[in-house]
């Protein structure tokens, strides 16, 4: 069962990823990479083991690491600067995010 919801949780992980980063390019990337922290912060703590497969396949094929970094070479391409700032912008919004999921916490 718990396999089965694994594939489940990637599958929409990927979709989600798939249609957001298609339409929306960087900031898409952003925002599910920040929501990603997000949600993994309020999972910190959750003893559940489909919490766990939630947050591991559905949250880690939804969120991506590769897809900031393709978009990162493609900035640095244009401007080193505009590259820098997203760089940071994602790195800060992804940790403070991750703050507030773990402070309003679903433990």
Known sequence: MIVVLFVIAAALGVAIRWMVSGRWKFLGTWCLNTTGAWVLGLLVGVDDPI?????????????????????????????????????????????????????????
Do not use: N, P, Q
């Open 51 to 107: 919490m766990t497969v939630i947050g591991t396949a559905g949250i880690g094929a939804m969120t991506t690491v590769s897809g900031l970094v393709r978009e990162l070479a493609d900035l640095i391409s244009r401007s080193r600067l505009l590259a820098v700032t997203y760089f940071a912008g994602t790195l800060f919004s992804g940790v403070g995010a991750a703050w507030i999921g773990i402070r309003w916490g679903l433990t």
